[in-house]
């Protein structure tokens, strides 16, 4: 049976400031979802939120770039966004960056990652969901997992896997794709890819078989390449076993809490930390930045799920860790490279100040 996983969220208010969500939000998408469920429009559904940000998982047959879909999506977010405002949530509506839906919701403001697969006999799924950051965060855990013999042992030693996997890499600035065949394009990728808020892994294919693998929320960027748009905070779906890196090999790379950028006022580097779901709050100097990890099994298009994979001890230290390097970053003001340079700053106040300052600089 062909299915199509939809995952589409949005900042449509945030409880309290920037650093969570509102319970009545949950509920309005919710009620909202079931009725699409009711008339056939979607198999099934699961709402979920990390920090500000409402997620959307949905099943159906209607294949990627669904209007019907990404319809809907949009009136749920208006919906939402309506309650938002009568409580007076802060930045209701943050992310409907139009005030009408046109066909697709991609560049309108919400992210999207999406994919479409023949469900397997069994059919785990990964769903990472991120706040206080950007797509680039993806990056350094998406190659570790199907790129990195030292993380994924199933390159090495499963006939399923040992033919390695194809990345499609975004160039957001001049918008265009771009293919590496791994292992033997590792060196030339990570020349890339290391640039994270240049280069964005976009889709990630088992090379034998063709297979989507992975892919990650990157649209909003392509759409709006050439300009900064700030950071979007991301979301990452991952297949796992039979052939696809193990469950355990895609929550590795979290265990190691990377530096990524979109912390305060989207301005500031800080650590990604692994979080159960009702940890995702970033309120320290709004964060640090969060990821949460939402596990499915598919049957029949339905989301058997979600298990909580980062409410578990062994994201204890990772957690300890962010703490110390979150200490060590603040402790650096608003001095890089904890603030960002100067171009990848959502905030700035530097043309004003350059012409405050514009009669006293002296030629040299
Ligand atoms: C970061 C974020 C927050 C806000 C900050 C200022 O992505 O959402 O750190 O940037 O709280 O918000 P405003 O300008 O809305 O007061
Ligand atoms: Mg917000
Ligand atoms: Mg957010």
């Not at 900042?11 to 009711?38: F, N, T, W």
């Not at 005030?99 to 309108?108: Q, V, Y």
């Amino acid at each position: 049976m062909k299915v199509t996983l939809s995952v589409i969220k949005a900042d449509i208010g945030g409880y309290v400031g920037h650093s969570g969500m509102h319970p009545r939000l949950m509920e309005v998408a919710e009620e909202e979802l079931k009725k699409a469920q009711d008339n056939g429009k979607i198999i099934d559904f699961h709402v979920l939120r990390v920090g500000d940000d409402l997620q959307l998982v949905m099943t159906h047959q209607k294949g990627v770039d669904s209007e019907e879909i990404h319809g809907l999506a949009w009136n749920i977010f208006e919906k939402c966004t309506e309650e938002a405002k009568k409580l007076k949530l802060y930045g209701a509506g943050q992310d409907l960056l139009q005030d009408a839906f046109s066909g697709n919701i991609k560049g309108l403001g919400p992210g999207v990652a999406e994919m479409e697969f023949e469900e397997r006999p069994s059919e785990p799924i990964i769903i990472f969901m991120a706040d206080k950051t950007s797509p680039g965060a993806w990056n350094l855990p998406l190659y570790r997992i199907f790129g990195d013999p030292f993380n994924t042992a199933g390159l090495v030693i499963d006939p399923k896997m040992h033919g390695g996997f194809k990345f499609s890499v975004l160039d957001v600035y001049e918008n265009r794709l771009v293919e590496f065949n791994l292992p033997e394009d590792t060196y030339d990728m990570l020349v890339l890819i290391g640039a994270m808020e240049h280069y964005i892994i976009k889709e990630v294919y088992r090379r034998d078989n063709g297979e989507i693998a992975a892919v990650s929320s990157t649209q909003k960027l392509s759409m709006m390449a050439g300009r900064y748009i700030g950071k979007d905070d991301p979301v990452l779906i991952v297949r796992a076993q039979s052939g696809f890196p193990a469950v355990g090999e895609i929550l590795e790379p979290f265990a190691f809490p990377h530096l990524v950028s979109g912390w305060m006022r989207g301005s500031h580097t800080g650590p990604m930390m692994p979080v159960a779901f009702h940890e995702a709050n970033p309120a320290r100097f709004d964060g640090p930045p969060r990821v949460i990890a939402a596990g499915f099994q598919l049957a029949e298009g339905k989301l058997i799920g979600p298990r909580d994979m980062f409410d578990d001890p062994s994201f204890d230290e990772a957690r300890k860790t962010a703490n110390v390097i979150s200490d060590y970053l603040r402790r650096h003001g608003p001095f890089e490279p904890h603030r960002l340079h100067l171009k990848e700053m959502e905030y700035t106040t530097l043309p004003e100040v350059l012409e405050k300052l514009k009669n006293r600089f002296k030629e040299l």
